[in-house]
């Protein structure tokens, strides 16, 4: 029996009462890795590949074109170029050996086959921005049927630690060398901590796959694409403030509906969006859309923007008929009253294209 995603004690602890004791191997996924000892349960931490299982599980999407042999790719339209093990290797490496971002850009090269894996690797020099990293081609399905968004999948995670002492402290680590154990001294000096408080919080993010505790007396380690996340998430936390100060001195001064807070608010969507705040993001958007639109009319350029913004979030959202619908709409204002070669137009272009690829 596989009880997936089973991140409750009591939910366990329940199912086991229900076995009770009976001739069943039971095997448990969660991303909590700590659980009490009296339920018997003997954890199997799941780690990242080694080079030789990253190479092996990218050749699953891109296959050997006969035995023994590296694949087959076309790079620039010219048919035969060979897909090395050293290309592999290095985007294995790029990635980290991180099995979701193997899977995602596996994925994405199986299905562009003209996309070369250097000129791919070299396109990963920023790997948040990249589509291949956010559910390309979902419908395609997953074997585990779980998220197909690097940002997405890390952000379920950021969401479960509801300590503020953990969380700055994630944020703190994504500071240190990747990889390399961060003594907990460092942490309760920076955060101004008690041991055992420290302790606690980093019990949380352990428990959680946020950190690496293989070694208790040297410290925790960051995985390099948790510590690019976790610096995405300290900038967008000081955004955070630093917009939700401005709205509130310009509703003070203006009122809730002038259009200095509409773009308060859109500035606030940005960054909730940034955070994984999906839903916050969305109420944003729609209440700057609300206010520009009662003041402009429905065809002015910042309606335009505030549209375009409510679907990227709802692109997020997996909804992507709504996404199109905002995008189209967006572009039909721009074109309206911008010459054709408008960045606002190609903006929201490149939204739409992305949208393509993702469907």
Request: hydrophobic share 45%.
């Amino acid at each position: 029996m596989v009880l997936d995603n089973l991140e409750y004690v009591g939910a366990a602890r329940e199912w086991l009462n229900r076995l009770g004791g009976g001739p069943v191997r039971l095997l448990i996924t969660a991303r909590r890795a700590g659980w009490p000892t009296d339920l018997g349960l003997a954890v199997l931490p799941l780690d990242v590949f080694t080079p030789e299982e990253s190479r092996a599980f990218l050749r699953r999407h891109l296959p050997s074109s006969s035995q023994g042999e590296p694949a087959l790719s076309e790079v620039e339209g010219r048919p035969g170029v060979r897909i090395s093990d050293a290309d592999l290797d290095a985007l294995a490496e790029r990635l980290y050996h991180l099995p979701l971002a193997l899977e995602l850009a596996g994925r994405y090269l199986a299905g562009h086959p003209r996309l070369g894996v250097v000129a791919y690797v070299e396109r990963l020099e920023t790997i948040w921005d990249d589509p291949s990293m956010a559910g390309w081609k979902a419908e395609l399905g997953n074997p585990t049927d779980h998220d197909l968004s690097l940002a997405a999948t890390f952000a379920i995670s950021w969401q479960r630690v509801t300590d503020e002492t953990a969380r700055r402290l994630f944020l703190l680590a994504s500071w240190c060398a990747p990889n390399e154990p961060i003594p907990c001294e460092l942490f309760e000096r920076a955060a101004g901590l008690e041991s055992q408080a420290c302790d606690e919080a980093l019990s949380t993010l352990t428990g959680l796959g946020l950190l690496e505790m293989d070694d208790p007396a040297a410290g925790p380690t960051i995985h390099p694409l948790l510590a690019g996340y976790a610096r995405s998430l300290a900038s967008a936390c000081v955004l955070d403030v630093e917009v939700e100060r401005a709205l509130a001195i310009d509703e003070a001064v203006y009122g809730p509906d002038h259009p200095m807070v509409a773009r308060d608010v859109n500035n606030l969507g940005g960054v909730l969006q940034d955070l994984g705040d999906l839903g916050g993001a969305r109420a944003a958007f729609e209440r700057a859309l609300t206010i520009d639109e009662a003041v402009y009319g429905p065809d002015h350029p910042n309606v335009a923007i505030r549209v375009n913004n409510i679907g990227s979030v709802l692109q997020d959202l997996e909804d992507l008929m709504g996404a199109r619908a905002a995008y189209e709409r967006a572009l039909r204002i721009f074109g309206s009253i911008l010459p054709p070669d408008h960045p606002h137009i190609r903006i929201v272009r490149d939204n739409l294209e992305r949208l393509r690829l993702s469907t």
